[in-house]
């Protein structure tokens, strides 16, 4: 099978799309109505008498409401895209480092509300220190934006709800889960990964450089958390 792929792309530049000229959709079919066989002495029959069994099933579905479909397993997901934790529920206090200075950057590096305020405070960084290099004046930014954004939003009622959120430092009182439910997905940890059948810990995000560019960053995800108060 593995030297059957090798071909397929050059099969479909040169014959058009699959079922015209491969088999592949009758093999799948033939799977499925073999399945209908339950006496052998009456093949044909028992493929008829089955296959006529899922239609009339198939259009009562279709036709008379509050039914539900048979065979596909309703999701959990389904009608509930807010977020949940779900496994190892811990409280977790923390005492300030430079880890959280950099998680509460990188929100804000990648909100697009901030792009004024990231551009005035660069400027006023160059106005305060004109002899230092760029590099420096960069990393100057990183480490203090936060605080210069928050002292910025105290007590300027004009500006946006979700702006003077973004420039408040989050809460040191962080509800820690090993599984989390958001957006219609269940993520795990990858502690909780090693101990369960499912793996999904592996997450990447797409973001904007210092130098403007656009990168996609890949990762596990080693602790996962939800701010428990303001």
Aim: aromatic residues 12%.
């Amino acid at each position: 099978m593995t030297h059957l792929l090798v071909h397929l792309m050059k099969e479909i530049h040169i014959l058009g799309p699959m079922f015209l000229h491969n088999m592949f959709s009758f093999e799948r079919f033939i799977g499925v109505v073999r399945k209908y066989v339950h006496s052998h002495s009456r093949l044909e029959g028992s493929i008829a008498k089955g296959y006529g069994t899922e239609e009339v099933i198939e259009f009562c579905v279709d036709i008379i409401p509050d039914l539900d479909p048979i065979g596909i397993p309703k999701s959990r997901h389904e009608g509930r895209l807010s977020r949940k934790g779900t496994l190892g529920k811990k409280t977790y206090i923390g005492t300030g480092d430079d880890y959280f200075n950099k998680a509460h950057y990188t929100v804000l590096q990648n909100s697009s509300l901030m792009q004024p305020y990231v551009e005035v405070h660069k400027d006023f960084l160059l106005f305060q220190w004109p002899s230092n290099n760029e590099a420096w004046i960069m990393r100057q930014h990183m480490e203090t934006f936060g605080d210069w954004l928050r002292k910025k939003c105290q007590g300027d009622e004009n500006i946006y709800e979700q702006l003077y959120l973004l420039g408040r430092q989050p809460s040191w009182h962080v509800l820690m889960y090993k599984g989390y439910e958001i957006n219609g997905n269940t993520f795990y940890t990858v502690g909780q990964d090693k101990r369960s059948t499912n793996q999904n810990s592996g997450v990447c995000i797409d973001a904007t450089d210092p130098n403007g560019n656009r990168q996609t960053y890949y990762g596990c995800i080693e602790d996962m958390g939800t701010r428990l108060c303001s």
